[in-house]
């Protein structure tokens, strides 16, 4: 039985019960009564998370934090809110400097690999997480991450964690390094394949971006829009395509998901250098035909390979075989109308081999 002289682990105890909200105003009671200490901080912002009051908890945690810097729990904490509120990359980092405060703490370890493994990081979280003796209380939970970060390694896509966290990462600097350092072309190479291939009147087509990014597509096919929608997995991206005001919805999602929710059918879908975080195309053309009008088109870029099908290159992003693309598509209901060689970006100075292909829905 808990005494009712330790209201942080009463509190404890309510929050397992599913009681945040008594555990919340018991913790709130014993500061304003003067036990206001670290471990209470701590306790009253686990509390909060558990109460669903993400901005709150994060409040308290930051203020813990700034009081104890050297205790690791504090950081676990903060951590913990920061990962709530959306903010994984500082999370990370307040996750890694409690693992440094005290290399031996299971909790900070745990919690650090947990976060990797959220952001897609299978190879970095399951190291992390293979340092959690077998003996330790969390060993159960730590193994069942691992396994779950082997499914990730072996998965025929990017994970999601992955791509919204490498592009929040540098969506403020993300034009800069594509047109500068990268020699970004793809949505210049597929409005070159569009004035091949469509007569489009400008101001007329109703075009879906996935992957939108920041908005270089939209720029590049603004002239042909009557509305251009985005979707991006990266908040930050969206935020960045939206403050160039040329697109109408813009979409927080998964563009696998999104492109089999209901929803508008569009004159012409692009995905330049989108498709290079899946392997398995399948759902994307089948959304893409389902989205499509009887006569659009689906304009996208994917970087070469050989053989038959596709692989995982050495940058974490995958490659399409011609062979691939050719049966993929007619198996999905849709018609290659173009197909060619282009090198959408450069890698290290050199072009990336690649291809710009436009799809049609096959008539029935």
Wanted: net charge negative; proline share 4%.
């Amino acid at each position: 039985m808990i005494a009712k002289s330790d209201p942080i682990a009463e509190a404890e105890s309510l929050v397992k019960a599913g009681e945040s909200a008594r555990a919340v105003a018991l913790l709130r009671k014993a500061a304003a009564s003067g036990r206001d200490g670290i471990l209470t901080r701590i306790a009253l912002s686990r509390a909060l998370l558990a109460a669903g009051d993400t901005a709150a908890a994060l409040a308290v945690a930051r203020e813990a934090s700034s009081l104890a810097p050297g205790i690791a729990d504090a950081a676990v904490a903060l951590g913990e809110a920061l990962r709530a509120c959306g903010h994984l990359p500082t999370a990370i980092a307040e996750f890694q400097r409690a693992a440094e405060l005290v290399p031996s703490s299971d909790a900070a370890r745990l919690a650090l690999g947990s976060a990797w493994l959220e952001a897609g990081e299978a190879e970095r979280a399951a190291q992390i997480l293979a340092g959690i003796p077998y003996t330790s209380t969390l060993a159960a939970e730590a193994a069942s991450k691992i396994t779950a970060a082997e499914v990730m390694r072996q998965a025929n896509r990017s994970a999601p964690g992955y791509v919204r966290h490498l592009f929040d990462q540098f969506a403020a600097d993300y034009d800069r390094r594509m047109l500068d350092e990268l020699s970004y072309r793809a949505p210049r190479i597929l409005r070159g394949l569009a004035d091949m291939i469509m007569f489009a009147e400008p101001e007329t087509l109703t075009i879906l971006d996935l992957g939108c990014g920041t908005g270089l597509s939209g720029a590049a096919f603004q002239d042909l829009a009557a509305k251009i929608d985005g979707v991006d997995l990266s908040p930050r991206m969206i935020e960045a395509a939206r403050s160039r005001g040329i697109y109408g919805g813009l979409t927080v999602g998964d563009i696998e998901t999104v492109l089999h929710e209901p929803g508008p059918a569009y004159d012409l879908i692009l995905a330049a250098d989108t498709l290079v975080y899946l392997g398995d195309l399948t759902r994307v053309f089948s959304g893409a035909r389902r989205r499509l009008k009887a006569d659009g088109f689906f304009f996208f870029t994917v970087e070469r390979a050989d053989g038959e099908t596709y692989e995982l290159g050495p940058k974490r992003r995958f490659r399409h075989s011609e062979t691939y693309l050719r049966q993929e598509a007619p198996a999905c209901g849709l018609e290659v109308m173009g197909l060619i060689e282009c090198s959408p970006r450069d890698e290290t100075k050199i072009p990336v081999e690649g291809f710009a292909v436009a799809l049609q829905p096959i008539a029935a």
